[in-house]
């Protein structure tokens, strides 16, 4: 082991440097999995992570290139102080040193959180936050591909954050039946599908719950071709909205059939206008 630890051959040394750079990348991952296991993956978790997970390889690195006797000196004021600062200024200068500060105070003050769905205004981009490093943020889109944005860009992006604070969510579920249908009854239908499904949140604060209905449903508007009506359907998140609501259209359309009550189209008026011509 002594021999192994202070022999200057080349091949001896070399070997050292690849145990130390193993035992970097062990010890690295040991890190991650503490830093995974104090709870939930927020942004702020992430980014810490990924800072020290830096440090450590920068460390590693550095203690590997001091067993090459020509680089042991330059190594030693490395780890010294004065000389890690200036390479670390000169690696992280101009943009990358601005995407890390800029990446911390978004770590700091936390606009988003891992899984949040985002829009960014400026740039059009709509998806889910899945990561964010000491240089940029990363995005997965609707479509499973992911989108890399700097952290300097991200901090100065109008962000439209659907979980922000509340992460209920909300979409318009519009009907528009026929004069001739039941509105009553279309409503009643609207509201029973509505507040039965098992996603559906009830939003009424316990004051209300004893004056308000579960789920009101509005005439929006009489329009050209039926009558116009509106309910909304809130579920726990946004992740989840749009299939819940895609289920509650499908079971509106079964329950019409069953009621009689008939979906307005521009084919149905068409005739009316025939015959007032």
Known sequence: MQYFLTSDNLSWIALRAAVIIVATTFIVRVFRMAVRKLGKDTIHLKFIK????????VVGFVIALRQFPNFADAATALLAGSGIIALTIGFAAQESLGNFFNGLFISMFRPF?????????NANITGFIEDITIRHTVIRTFMNSRIIIPNSVMNQELIENSNF???QASAFIDVVVTYDSSVAKASEIIADV???HPEFVD?????????DPKVPVFV???????????ASMWTSTISINFAACSDVRKSILIEFEKAEIRIASSKLIDPMLREQG
């Not at 990924?50 to 390889?57: E, K, T």
């Not at 891992?114 to 960014?120: E, I, Q």
């Not at 939003?203 to 004056?211: F, L, N, V, Y």
């Open 113 to 121: 959180e891992v899984g949040d769905r985002v829009h960014l205004t």
């Open 194 to 196: 509505i507040g039965n």
């Open 220 to 230: 929006r508007a009489l329009g050209l071709y039926g009558i116009e009506l509106r």
């Open 203 to 211: 939003t009424r604060d316990e004051a209300k719950k004893e004056t």
């Open 50 to 57: 990924n800072v020290f997970s830096a440090m450590i390889w």
């Open 165 to 167: 604070c509340n992460p």
